[in-house]
Nanobody, 119 residues
Framework: QVQLVESGGGLVQPGGSLRLSCVAS???????????MGWYRQAPEKERELVAT???????SYADSVKGRFTISRDNAQNTVYLQMNSLKPEDTAVYYC??????????WGKGTLVTVSS
């Protein structure tokens, strides 16, 4: 089993920045199996959507809506994934969830952290 704990959410003005962190914990065997780690978000009355992912090999992918503004990074040694969010817009307001997908095809989710972009 793997546990994911997010941090870094909060209230920020439009144009501002936030950095989210997600730490994975569990057995060494389980942590070594995490091929992909990333971030999803869910806005009020909307479905959860992919924001960004990064493989253990370093390949990153982004939703079109955040390209050029958000950057995902991953520290495999610390079992941590980050999401640097710049030039935030009100439409980025959502609960952001950390996700990890293992080589055994198991999906893990954090409990989420709220990001509110408002003046």
């Amino acid at each position: 089993q793997v546990q994911l704990v997010e941090s870094g959410g909060g209230l920020v003005q439009p144009g501002g920045s936030l950095r989210l962190s997600c730490v994975a914990s569990g057995s060494r065997f389980s942590l070594n199996s995490l091929n992909v780690m990333g971030w999803y978000r869910q806005a009020p009355e909307k479905e959860r959507e992919l924001v960004a992912t990064k493989t253990s090999g370093g390949s990153a992918s982004y939703a079109d809506s955040v390209k050029g503004r958000f950057t995902i990074s991953r520290d495999n040694a610390q079992n941590t994934v980050y999401l640097q969010m710049n030039s935030l817009k009100p439409e980025d307001t959502a609960v952001y969830y950390c996700n990890a997908y293992s080589q055994w095809r198991v999906n893990y989710w954090g409990k989420g952290t709220l990001v509110t972009v408002s003046s």
